[in-house]
């Protein structure tokens, strides 16, 4: 291991929108770690929210914090037991890593595991970073052929595939997807991978809905000019992607009978559910954290071509560029997903 007398580029959240490109050793992988040369990161409405608050719900920043957590690169070195993952390989990294032992990963609910360590929430350190090392069950190797832009918008679209699963879309499925911001336009373009053959998306800003008519086949509706009860759609699923509670409760009104509903974006903490829809269509209501076991599916998605990631990369930022990543879409209504490149 010559890297551990390097030192690295590592941009760091200092205070609420206090943000400097520091230097720090290269770090050292555990014996079950591998160290990971960082080429490209997505951001995220929860990196913003950090950068703009200091906190997101209950995580709150008390330390110096490097954001984002959706990321990939290649692997330049291996802990002392890493078997598995050569170096050189381009991988996927997958930003959450639990205990492996409790009650929640023992059922394989992993993503609920209480002792979860995930990039970029404190007090674990993200991927705006030169490099960065993590366990090596939790590098998925991709194909030649994705991009990096790609590989590191699998996390993102892990959200989506998790969507799709506790929703149980099955082939011929009618969804409803409220906000076509990036989290709403991989659920639809995941919801028709998973065999949805009608999907109606809606959101209040023109350039993102022509967006989702662009990336899948989709009806586009701007729910600011026309109210969603209006439009007579019925579907079996919501996918709640906006995170605002009067759009969510107005879309759980057109759901049918034996629906489903999953919140899937972040919003307010409460919302007027109309519970006598919900049970007298013994709708069912649930919600999203994270994901467990998607890499696979999503890389496949993204290979095969079913899911197009790079068309949502319209803004891209070198390490000392994170402020400006993380306040573009708030500046710019065309920015669908900034990414960072930590090697620039
Ligand atoms: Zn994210
Ligand atoms: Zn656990």
């Known amino acids: ?22 230097r ?15 080429s490209a ?21 008390r330390e110096p914090l490097v954001l984002g957590h959706e990321a990939s690169g290649t692997i330049v070195a291996r802990g002392s037991e ?79 595939v998790w969507a799709c699963r506790k929703a149980r879309i099955a082939p011929g499925a009618r969804v409803l997807v409220t906000g076509a911001g990036p989290v709403g336009l991989l659920a639809a373009q995941a919801a ?6 009608e999907i109606v998306v809606t959101d209040v800003v023109d350039h993102r809905l022509r967006t989702a008519e662009e990336l899948v086949c989709c009806t586009a509706v701007n729910v600011r000019h026309r109210p969603l009860s209006e439009f007579g759609y019925e579907p079996d699923v919501l996918l709640e992607c906006s995170g605002n509670p009067t759009a969510a409760a107005e879309a759980v009104r057109t759901v049918g009978r034996a629906g489903r509903v999953v919140f899937v974006g972040m919003g307010g903490d409460e919302l007027p559910l109309p519970l006598s829809h919900v049970q007298t269509r013994e709708i069912e209501v649930t919600g999203t954290f994270r994901y467990a076991n998607t890499w696979p599916t999503a890389i ?27 306040t573009a879409s708030a500046r710019d209504e065309t920015v669908v997903k900034a990414v960072v490149y930590p090697q620039e």
Not at 1 to 22: F, I, K
Not at 41 to 61: I, L, M, P
């Open 82 to 160: 890493v078997t598995g993952r050569e170096p050189g390989t381009r991988v996927s990294l997958e930003p959450g890593v639990p205990c492996l032992a409790c009650h929640e990963c023992r059922s394989g609910r992993y993503n609920l595991c209480p002792g979860v360590r995930f990039f970029a929430t404190p007090p674990v350190d993200g991927a705006f970073s030169e490099y960065v090392t993590l366990h090596e069950q939790f590098v998925h190797p991709v194909p030649e052929d994705l991009s990096d832009e790609a590989a590191a918008l699998i996390e993102p679209l892990s959200v989506a």
């Open 300 to 326: 496949a998605l993204a290979a095969s071509g079913a899911v197009e990631l790079d068309r949502l990369v319209t803004h891209r930022f070198g390490l000392d560029g994170v402020p400006e990543a993380l």
């Open 1 to 22: 291991m010559t890297e551990s007398t390097e030192s690295m580029r590592v941009s760091v959240l200092r205070a609420v929108e206090d943000v400097v490109v520091e």
């Open 24 to 38: 720090r050793p290269v770090p050292e992988p555990g014996p079950h770690e591998v160290l990971v040369r960082v």
């Open 41 to 61: 990161v997505g951001t995220c409405g929860s990196d913003t929210h950090y950068y703009e608050r200091g906190r997101v719900g209950e995580f709150v920043v």
């Open 192 to 197: 028709r991978a998973f065999g949805a053959t």
